[in-house]
């Protein structure tokens, strides 16, 4: 006869997804919701469950900046998509730079270093086509390495000189802005050139030629009778060869707080309270006739201020509120173990959505890969 199974009540399911937030410790770490931990109870993974707890939560979406939530998965799922933000997305950088010309005072290779930081972006349907290889595959036995073509390559140009500007007083004036002309070279100097109509047509004015996203970057700065002429190979590769082809500038998330009040924290004692906590985390109520009859609330007078949670989204998770005696017993702090606030800057190459959106594409091609395989081992 086949054990029966026990049902957890919603309470107790809720409580082991708390993650506790004591003084000096932190409790509850671990995930238990897998088969056998608890007896009688079926903790078998199943697609429909995950469907029906699965939800995303946008609370900001613009094209440089956006933070969502993903609720209802586990933490080795939500760092999946992390690492693939940061090192497994294909973009667009400058790779190889060939300085033909630098009288500069920037040497060749720390102008060489700045310029291959420098974010680009352009036609993003174009970017997306564009071919690349990782950097760390080395041609394998009668593999012919791939050239540079123009699918898998822009050329970049940068060509300034510096000279002095006509009419203008060089006695007085002291500004070289004023003074000269390329006195100081940015981002937006750099010059994308097509070499074919494919290119011409993929990144054309109208659809969005390659450029910097910050065209204000500065590259160097230059005096009369310096000039700097150099040609730049931009490709496509991952974050995992080099910081600079990672799509975000930072790629992180954090567990939803949890603040439960356990007893009533009145008076002044509870605008101390709620300076303890970011603005917005906690507000003050006024005590109701019916509450002064209740537990805690002895002494109280209808109208009197007490704590309650408003958003703990905002909270920080200080821990503020636990150094201070009046409030031992009347709080606890923790971390909700499956609901994940993501934040996600791009650098400007794609949009902070879409970024995402690439990063599921990708964890869904491995685990295909690994199906794959798995499937080829098992025959």
Same mark, same amino acid.
């Given at each position: ?33 897998? @088969? ?32 969502? !939530? ?19 997305? @294909? ?120 450029? !910097?996203?910050? @065209? ?164």
């Amino acid at each position: 006869m086949a054990p029966i199974a026990i049902a957890a009540s919603k309470g107790e399911l809720d409580r082991r997804k708390i993650v506790g937030v004591n003084s000096e410790t932190v409790t509850n770490v671990t995930s238990t919701d897998y @088969p056998g931990h608890y007896p009688g109870e079926d903790h078998r993974w199943s697609l429909d469950k995950f469907k029906h707890n699965f939800r995303v939560e946008f609370h900001k979406n613009e094209p440089l900046d956006a933070s969502f !939530s993903l609720i209802g998965i586990d933490a080795s799922l939500a760092n999946a998509f992390r690492r693939i933000l940061i090192a497994e997305i @294909p973009t667009l950088a400058i790779e190889h730079v060939f300085i033909f010309n630098n009288t500069s005072i920037i040497q060749d290779e720390v102008l060489a270093h700045r310029i291959g930081l420098v974010p680009l972006t352009g036609n993003a349907e174009g970017l997306r086509a564009m071919n690349w290889t990782p950097m760390s595959h080395k041609p394998e036995n009668g593999e012919q390495p791939v050239g540079s073509n123009d699918r898998n390559t822009a050329i970049i140009k940068l060509s300034k000189t510096c000279t002095f500007k006509k009419d203008v007083n060089r006695k007085t004036e002291t500004d070289p802005l004023k003074l000269y002309d390329n006195a100081h070279i940015y981002a937006r100097d750099l010059e994308y050139i097509p070499t074919t109509d494919y290119q011409r047509a993929t990144f054309s004015e109208e659809n969005g030629p390659i450029r !910097s996203v910050n @065209p204000d970057i500065l590259l160097a700065k230059l005096r009369p009778g310096q000039e700097i002429q150099v040609e730049m190979h931009a490709v496509k590769s991952i974050g995992a060869d080099h910081a600079k082809f990672s799509p975000v500038a930072t790629a992180s998330y954090r567990l939803l707080p949890t603040i439960s009040i356990t007893q009533p924290i009145l008076g002044a004692d509870a605008k101390k309270f709620a300076r303890c906590f970011p603005k917005g985390v906690i507000a003050l109520e006024e005590v109701t006739e019916e509450e002064t009859s209740q537990s805690g609330f002895e002494g109280a007078q209808p109208g009197d201020k007490k704590a309650i949670v408003k958003n703990a989204f905002k909270d920080t998770v200080s821990r503020e509120c636990l150094r201070h005696e009046e409030f031992t017993g009347k709080v606890k702090l923790g971390r909700l173990r499956d609901h994940f606030i993501f934040s996600v800057e791009s650098t400007g190459q794609f949009r902070s959505d879409e970024l995402f959106i690439e990063s599921v594409k990708t964890l869904k091609a491995k685990c295909t890969h690994l199906k794959r395989n798995l499937a080829m081992i098992t025959r």
